[in-house]
């Protein structure tokens, strides 16, 4: 199997190639019974690695754990909303949870041209800090990589002894050692929780892009290495939303692909009206097919962030017809 790149702008889509490749599960109507939430219903989220351990407990309100997080590589945009809103919806079924501000992941695992160093990367975790409160996260739930207790770190030198040389080659196909050391920060970011220190043993969720399944199949293989108990992390994994440029996800490293939460007016409009419409090839054949919702940039922005469907096609159509007002008007 050729090794993903986790920090490539490639926006890679789950498919039923995707899961049988990667040998994850589709939700079914069951285990998605009582998760009301339209990034279950719209197939979003759409896959996943062990849920219904942690949907067991939710059903039985029993604890569980929750964790995400956020490289701090540049401003927060539209793709991380996601995150955040998937860490709101388990926060309020009763999570115990941890979201990770990476400044240090941020620094060491981008090149110097993006991130020239770790101060740059302190201020974009600002950045992202002021956006991840302001869409509900609770202060207490917030840490910052490079202030976490020795407990953290100490852990991140016990997980670096369990993964070999052949094996991070075999899941990133290199040894960068900047991206090594991010992703050993990464694996304690998810697994430190279960210590008990901490909240001790119990199931966990994390919510990743499928381009980040070689972080997960590594977290899943440490906790079974380790010389103390922890349960296997669990895993739900969502369809990122595309970049304004076609084929490229939204990404803080290519500005012109993405919407920033602190972009101008004048910006966002300029960008959306760069972006790839839904509209037809010509007026008389727009008329009699309609749009297409699913090629549409606008109508996927909407169907990311707004909780009614009709809302998100209406004012996907009047984009629409916007951007060709000198045909349609």
């Known amino acids: 199997m050729k090794a993903i790149d986790p920090w490539s702008s490639q926006n890679l889509k789950i498919d039923e190639k995707m899961i049988h490749k990667f040998g994850l599960k589709k939700f079914t109507d069951i285990e998605l019974e009582g998760f009301d939430h339209y990034l279950f219903h719209r197939k979003i989220i759409l896959a996943h690695r062990d849920f219904e351990r942690v949907a067991e407990c939710i059903r039985e309100k029993k604890p569980f754990i929750q964790m995400t997080g956020i490289a701090t590589s540049g401003a927060f945009h539209l793709g991380h909303k996601v995150d955040v809103d998937v860490f709101n919806f388990f926060r309020k079924l009763g999570a115990k949870s941890y979201f990770g501000i990476c400044d240090i992941d941020g620094y060491v695992s981008r090149p110097d041209s993006k991130i020239p160093t770790l101060k740059k990367a302190k201020e974009y975790a600002v950045n992202n800090l002021a956006h991840i409160l302001a869409l509900g996260v609770n202060k207490k739930d917030v840490y910052l990589q490079s202030k976490k207790e020795p407990r953290y770190y100490e852990f991140a030198f016990e997980l670096s002894k369990k993964i070999t040389e052949s094996t991070f080659r ?87 692909t ?26 008389e054949e727009h008329r009699k097919l309609g749009g297409i919702p699913e090629k549409d940039k606008a109508f996927e922005i909407l169907l990311s962030h707004h909780p009614n469907t009709k809302l998100c096609l209406f004012f996907s159509s009047v984009w629409t017809a916007a951007r060709k007002k000198d045909e349609f008007f």
Do not use: W
């Not at 919407?259 to 037809?280: H, M, P, Q, T, V």
């Open 170 to 256: 075999a899941l990133y196909g290199h040894l960068d050692p900047g991206k090594i050391s991010a992703n050993i920060l990464q694996y304690a970011d998810i697994l430190h929780p279960q210590l008990e220190e901490y909240n001790g043993a119990m199931p966990s969720i994390t919510g990743i892009g499928v381009e980040q399944d070689p972080h997960a199949r590594a977290c899943r293989d440490l906790a079974r290495r380790l010389p103390y108990k922890l349960v296997i992390p669990s895993f739900i994994y969502f369809s990122h939303q595309s970049g304004l440029q076609q084929g490229k996800k939204m990404s803080s490293s290519e500005p012109d």
């Open 258 to 283: 993405a919407i920033f939460l602190d972009d101008s007016e004048e910006e966002i409009r300029r960008k959306i009206n760069k972006a790839y419409s839904g509209g037809r090839d010509s007026v």
